[in-house]
């Protein structure tokens, strides 16, 4: 199965994203005589969030496209089925690669929300992956239990969720990459494993509670990693993208 390095392009507008992509698309089209880590990976792979998506709208989809870069918009939709459905099927129209749902809306809202992506895919050759979030890795057993009451075991719910979201006939999950060797097992090794919470050892663990290296990730058994700060914040950014890739594709 393909893995990459998914980008998290957590900027205020359209300019800073475009700034941020351009200071490493830049550095990797000029080279010409290196490894193939970089000449060979294309243009990165990008998330798109909700502060970027509600800061811009469509235009931001539109304008990474048109640069050549796979696009996740990460807006994890959690609605009645209906809503999710007409909402999906808009998404789909922009030419997304990947777009996320909350698992927990349950499997009748996942499988709406299904139906409207490949509706609203329906002229693209390539459709769009769908994945659900089973737990935020901001999410810990303490507010997994005191908060949302939620009293089984966090590596529990999660295989639940993830079972939930292959039943509905999703593509695979958001989950930390804890979870990943145990949601390829119970799910199959074709479901996705998209994990956020990756850090380099010298990283903060920022608001994150369950992070990983881009190399334990890869040990672990995660599809992609989605990588922001440790990359997006790093004072050379080219070289953490490198860096991450480098450990996560064992190259």
Do not use: W
């Amino acid at each position: 199965m393909a893995k990459d390095v998914i980008i998290a392009c957590d900027f205020k507008n359209t300019d800073e994203t475009v700034k941020f992509l351009d200071r490493l698309t830049r550095i990797r089209d000029d080279v010409v005589q290196c490894d193939d880590i970089i000449v060979g990976a294309g243009r990165p792979y990008v998330k798109i969030g909700m502060e970027l998506f509600y800061a811009e709208g469509p235009v931001i989809v539109r304008k990474l496209k048109e640069r050549g870069h796979k696009v996740f918009l990460d807006l994890k939709l959690h609605d009645i089925p209906n809503t999710v459905k007409k909402a999906m099927t808009v998404l789909g129209e922009y030419g997304v690669d990947m777009v996320n749902v909350h698992a927990a809306g349950g499997i009748e809202m996942m499988k709406a929300a299904k139906e409207g992506l490949m509706l609203g895919a329906a002229r693209y050759a390539d459709k769009p992956k769908l994945i659900a979030v089973t737990q935020l890795t901001s999410t810990d057993e303490e507010t997994l239990h005191g908060q949302l009451l939620i009293d089984r075991p966090m590596d529990e719910v999660v295989r639940q969720y993830a079972l939930n979201a292959k039943a509905a006939g999703l593509d695979g999950v958001v989950c930390s990459a804890f979870e990943a060797a145990d949601i390829h097992k119970v799910c199959g090794e074709g479901f996705l494993t998209v994990t956020p919470g990756i850090r380099f050892d010298t990283n903060s663990a920022d608001d994150q509670k369950r992070v990983m290296t881009p190399a334990q990730a890869r040990e672990a058994g995660s599809d992609y990693i989605v990588v922001g700060r440790p990359v997006t914040a790093a004072e050379k950014p080219i070289d953490a993208y490198t860096k991450c890739r480098e450990e996560f594709l064992d190259r």
